[in-house]
T-cell receptor
Framework: KAGVTQTPRYLIKTRGQQVTLSCSPI?????VSWYQQTPGQGLQFLFE???????NKGNFPGRFSGRQFSNSRSEMNVSTLELGDSALYLC???????????????FGPGTRLTVL | SQELEQSPQSLIVQEGKNLTINCTSS?????LYWYKQKYGEGLIFLMM?????EEKSHEKITAKLDEKKQQSSLHITASQPSHAGIYLC???????????????FGKGTLLTVNP
């Protein structure tokens, strides 16, 4: 079974631009979560989608948004990029809605975003 | 919110040595996950623990969740260079059904294994 895939793997943008990252979950998984990883803050939760609905959201500004499609693929968008948005963005998929039960999340390889 | 403290922050061992990484929670753990990450890459799932006193092993890696469910340890026996990487623990919070539920991670432990 194919793992979680993320595209693109690397991205360079300039301040003020916007960016869209894509995540394809493991087949059969309906929950997709997004995380931001930086050396200073570590791994921080952005949001979770299940069945095309945002179920949970972390403490990030409204510039960070996402959506999920009917095939469970998810996209994350960051508008008006800032230097501090440079990070590794990871998505993870699991079978179930995370509020319902403890369910293992499987991570993709990440997208490395550099904002100049 | 739930805080996870990992110790040590970094560890350098000689190949063949045993080592232990700890993960301590400020609240009761309902699900504790161990992941391994190579620098700049995704997280690889290692093990999940749910029950107090539970212990799981995979190859030379053993993870335990203490009875009170507030601390977990990851033990590697006879370490190899392939064990090198960043080890992260992640925890589920209480299943409140609220909109602020999220998976929390520790800051990670950087393991270096010298041949």
């Amino acid at each position: 079974k194919a793992g979680v895939t993320q595209t693109p793997r690397y991205l360079i943008k300039t301040r003020g631009q916007q960016v869209t990252l894509s995540c394809s979950p493991i087949s059969g998984h309906r929950s997709v979560s997004w995380y931001q990883q930086t050396p200073g803050q570590g791994l921080q939760f952005l949001f979770e989608y299940f069945s095309e609905t945002q179920r949970n959201k972390g403490n990030f500004p409204g510039r960070f948004s996402g959506r999920q499609f009917s095939n469970s693929r998810s996209e994350m968008n960051v508008s008006t990029l800032e230097l501090g948005d440079s990070a590794l963005y990871l998505c993870a998929s699991s079978r179930f809605d995370r509020r319902g039960s403890a369910d293992t999340q499987y991570f993709g390889p990440g997208t490395r975003l550099t904002v100049l | 919110s739930q805080e996870l403290e990992q110790s040590p922050q970094s560890l350098i061992v000689q190949e063949g040595k045993n080592l232990t990484i700890n993960c301590t929670s400020s609240k009761t753990l309902y699900g504790l996950y161990w992941y391994k990450q190579k620098y700049g890459e995704g997280l690889i799932f290692l093990m999940m623990l749910q029950k107090g006193g539970e212990e799981k092993s995979h190859e030379k890696i053993t993870a335990k969740l203490d009875e009170k469910k507030q601390q977990s340890s990851l033990h590697i026996t006879a370490s190899q260079p392939s064990h090198a990487g960043i080890y992260l623990c992640g925890a589920d919070g209480p299943y409140s059904g609220g909109s602020n539920y999220k998976l929390t991670f520790g800051k990670g432990t950087l393991l270096t294994v010298n041949p």
